[in-house]
Nanobody, 116 residues
Framework: QVQLVESGGGLVQPGGSLRLSCTGS????????LSWYRQAPGKEREFVATITTISGSTDYADSVKGRFTISRDNDKNTVYLQMNSLKPEDTAVYYC?????????WGKGTLVTVSS
């Protein structure tokens, strides 16, 4: 059973922008820390960005700071990743994660390809 569903991936030229979305059930999103990870071909999955549930504090991987912005809409049970100034090295499958006490939920991912 799919718990989280990502969307918004696609092909974009270097320097372009994309916004990823991830939706899930209210149960999963309520009280969860939400994060984005990515996995490039031949590489391990890596952390991209995270946002907490109450304070909305955010943190980013150094490689995306200043270019990516994570946000959440608790009413819509959705987390977003706004990606600007995209680079070829941002090419990867992007995964949404919801971390609740004792349980971690993952989506199936959405592919982002940055190429001219």
């Amino acid at each position: 059973q799919v718990q989280l569903v990502e969307s918004g991936g696609g092909l974009v030229q270097p320097g372009g922008s994309l916004r990823l979305s991830c939706t899930g059930s209210r149960f999963i999103f309520s009280g969860a820390t939400l994060s984005w990870y990515r996995q490039a071909p031949g590489k391990e999955r890596e952390f991209v960005a995270t946002i907490t549930t109450i304070s909305g504090s955010t943190d980013y991987a150094d490689s995306v700071k200043g270019r990516f912005t994570i946000s959440r809409d608790n009413d819509k049970n959705t987390v977003y990743l706004q990606m600007n100034s995209l680079k070829p090295e941002d090419t990867a499958v992007y995964y949404c994660n919801a971390l609740r006490p004792a349980t971690s939920y993952w989506g199936k991912g959405t592919l982002v390809t940055v190429s001219s």
